[in-house]
């Protein structure tokens, strides 16, 4: 668990804080999560895996789609014959068509770069951070990038802002001219829109894939350090309230304006919806919740 008074939150903590502080609570301080994320994660996390062994091959596998597909083979071992058998290979499914695809569109090396420095590294200057990598460009300067694997649903106009004004840009780049001793004045988007089945009125559409560089301006970064403390009190609060004697649930505030979201035609439920909307703890929702890493 991170330690308040020597990190400060990653940009998915921050924004998992002004979500709502109760499903930051329960995610970032009990572990408490959503069964049905499962598949979703942990084929987001074999892509990152996957794509470090294409910038960066560390020799342990004969590319980044035998990395994919090891790990998947792992993690299904216990899914495969249940009744979750069939979200996991329909996700399996249309991850594996995203990440042939944006390896067909990529070098690993690029025209503008002089090396690939870092894939998946930790960086803990302050804050606690895995950039997908880092490259240091011809003219010297360090450059972090993000893959983001996002929903054919999701409007990718509407990302590339958010990530233009976010936080994570921002402070990967702060960390990088720590860590590297380097000017950063961008970070590198590397957008993987993955692949629509066919769903009712809906036609099955092909994964795409964009890239996209965010600018880091000076003012941006102190904005950032400013917004992260500040976010940071306010969980150090949360926690102390869930510390106290007599702790309930309910003290920890909600924002239930968020407790449910529209992205086009569709609805999306915050992941706690099903305790929350009843008003009981999580783990007391038989069948949906369990308790996974901090
Ligand atoms: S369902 Fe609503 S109140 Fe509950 S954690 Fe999510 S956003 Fe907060």
Redesign the pocket.
């Known amino acids: 668990m991170r330690d308040f008074k020597t990190l400060l939150p990653s940009p998915s903590e921050h924004a998992a804080f002004v979500?709502?502080?109760?499903?930051w609570w329960?995610k970032y301080r009990t572990g408490v999560r959503k069964k049905d994320s499962a598949a979703r994660m942990v084929s987001g996390g074999a892509i990152s895996e996957a794509l470090g062994e294409f910038y960066m091959p560390r020799g342990v596998a004969s590319g980044p789609m035998e990395v994919y597909d090891t790990m998947m083979k792992a993690a299904m071992e216990g899914v495969m014959g249940g009744s979750e058998e069939e979200s996991w290979l329909q996700q399996v499914a249309l991850d594996r068509e995203t990440l042939l695809f944006y390896i067909s569109k990529n070098e690993p090396v690029e025209s503008d770069w002089e090396a690939v420095v870092d894939a998946q590294g930790r960086i803990e200057e302050g804050v606690n951070l895995v950039p997908d990598k880092v490259v240091i460009l011809k003219d010297g300067r360090v450059r972090p990038y993000e893959w983001k694997t996002i929903s054919p649903f999701a409007d990718l106009e509407y990302e590339k802002l958010m990530y233009n004004m976010g936080m994570q840009p921002i402070s990967y780049a702060k960390m990088c001219e720590v860590k590297y001793g380097r000017p950063c004045t961008d970070c590198g988007m590397k957008f993987l829109v993955r692949g629509k089945l066919a769903k009712g009125r809906w036609k099955a559409e092909g994964p795409g894939f964009e890239s996209y560089i965010v600018q880091v301006e000076p003012w941006k970064k102190v904005m950032w350090e400013s917004s992260a403390n500040f976010v940071n009190a306010g969980m150090q609060f949360v926690d102390w309230i869930s510390q106290e004697e007599g702790f309930k649930l309910e003290y920890i505030p909600?924002?239930?304006h968020?407790?449910?979201k529209k992205l086009g035609n569709y609805t999306y439920?915050?992941?706690?919806?099903p305790?929350?909307?009843v008003n009981v703890h999580p783990l007391q929702v038989e069948g949906v919740f369990e308790e996974r890493g901090r």
């Open positions: 979500h709502c502080p109760t499903a329960l909600k924002f239930t968020n407790c449910v439920p915050c992941d706690y919806y305790a929350c909307s």
